[in-house]
């Protein structure tokens, strides 16, 4: 088992084999859960500027809660809708992998830095979307890239929608979402993992 910073460190390397090695490892799922803490530590500073404290906690438990239903979405997506002939997974190796793609979402503790919230966010969900990809081929065992971008892309666009849907009833109900930028502004910040 490789130390947690070493394997952060090839995660955001993109290495193929870190994710390989974490799908394996059935003791990794604390590692993987340490990553996302991290990362979504790492938000939740990086929010901060928007929303104080208010921003910062829920930047975190966004952060968290995201990684579970992405997790749990790519999963089901590629091993009901789109497997392979050889894809065997199971939800464990999904989280595992999944969370170790969030290793590079730490430097959007920068966002807390006026002015580069935004542009630190965009290069944060970028570099971990790729990660993710890159998780998400391993556990699943493709053969090829595109359809594990097929699979995040499934994933992430009814994890969107699940969170729009839940933002607006917080919004509609009274939840202290005020405008339309701050819904905007709170999906974004969830959905950048």
Not at 42 to 61: D, E, M, N, Q, Y
Not at 122 to 135: F, H, K, P, R
Not at 152 to 176: K, M, Y
Request: net charge neutral; proline share 3%; charged share 15%.
């Amino acid at each position: 088992m490789g130390s947690l910073g070493d394997r952060m460190i090839r995660a955001a390397k993109l290495d193929a084999s870190l994710y390989e090695e974490v799908e394996a490892d059935r003791g990794a799922l604390g590692q993987a859960t340490a990553v996302v803490v991290l990362a979504s530590v790492a938000a939740g500073f990086g929010a901060f500027a928007h929303g104080g404290v208010g921003g910062f906690l829920f930047g975190t438990i966004a952060a968290l809660a995201g990684w579970y239903i992405w997790a749990f979405l790519t999963y089901w997506i590629g091993t009901r809708f789109l497997p392979e002939p050889q894809t065997q997974a199971d939800y464990g190796e999904l989280l595992r992998t999944t969370g170790f793609s969030s290793a590079p979402g730490v430097i959007r503790v920068l966002g807390v830095i006026p002015g580069l919230t935004g542009p630190v966010f965009l290069v944060a969900s970028i570099w971990m979307l790729v990660a993710m990809v890159i998780a998400v081929r391993q556990a699943l065992d493709y053969t090829g890239t595109l359809r594990a971008v097929g699979v995040c892309l499934i994933g992430w666009i009814v994890q969107v929608l699940i969170l729009a849907v839940l933002l607006a009833l917080l919004r509609t109900f009274g939840g202290g979402l005020e405008t339309s930028k701050d819904l905007t502004d709170r999906l974004f910040m969830v959905t950048s993992i």
